[in-house]
T-cell receptor, first 110, second 112 residues
């Protein structure tokens, strides 16, 4: 099935560092969502974006809905060990059918 | 508020056997989704329900997969017969409106 391009595929960072990841699509979306998935669990919603240019924060997480509506970015500031996991972006264009990214695997070292 | 509940969490079966997964969505969420997640990939939609009606089942392999959502609340996804390639995580999600979908913990299926 169709999946969005997400980069980087994986990141290995030191605790306290900031993290940036992005997601791109060949199609425009009206909704961008960012999820985190821990091993053996389902994806947990982090941030939802509904408007081009929108910038939304959730604690140390900040996400932006790209102006072109074809991309989105997620930043994590001052990473901590519990940030470890796989981050997925997901987009939708009024179809209520989410298209997911390929995921970014984050590893944080103390 | 209770989240999406799924059971069982793990299931191991032999190929050609039937298997069923159950999902209870967040209270008040009319839309329910079943997703398939293969190892190392993002979830992919199998079927979407609006109340009792399956409004998008285009990705559901109907020769062996079936789903139902009686009374517009709980839902069951069935595979009969299971094949080796069906080994994956089956995720249920629900939403109140278009946009934010909330996922359950998933059922990890292993077909031997």
């Amino acid at each position: 099935g169709q999946q969005l391009n997400q980069s980087p595929q994986s990141m290995f960072i030191q605790e306290g560092e900031d993290v940036s990841m992005n997601c791109t699509s060949s199609s425009i979306f009206n909704t961008w969502l960012w999820y985190k998935q821990d091993p053996g669990e389902g994806p947990v919603l982090l941030i939802a974006l509904y408007k081009a240019g929108e910038l939304t924060s959730n604690g140390r997480l900040t996400a932006q809905f790209g102006i072109t509506r074809k991309d989105s970015f997620l930043n994590i500031s001052a990473s901590i060990p519990s940030d470890v996991g796989i981050y997925f972006c997901a987009g939708d264009y009024n179809t209520d059918k989410l298209i997911f990214g390929t995921g970014t695997r984050l590893q944080v070292f103390p | 508020e209770a989240g999406v509940v799924q059971s069982p969490r793990y299931k191991i079966i032999e190929k050609k056997q039937p298997v069923a997964f159950w999902c209870n969505p967040i209270s008040g969420h009319n839309t329910l989704y079943w997703y398939l997640q293969n190892l190392g990939q993002g979830p992919e939609l199998l079927i979407r329900y609006e109340n009792e009606e399956a409004v998008d089942d285009s990705q559901l392999p109907k020769d062996r997969f079936s789903a139902e959502r009686l009374k517009g609340v709980d839902s069951t996804l069935k595979i009969q017969p299971a094949e080796l390639g069906d080994s994956a995580v089956y995720l249920c999600a629900s939403s109140q409106r278009t946009g934010a979908q909330y996922f359950g913990p998933g059922t990890r299926l292993t077909v031997l």
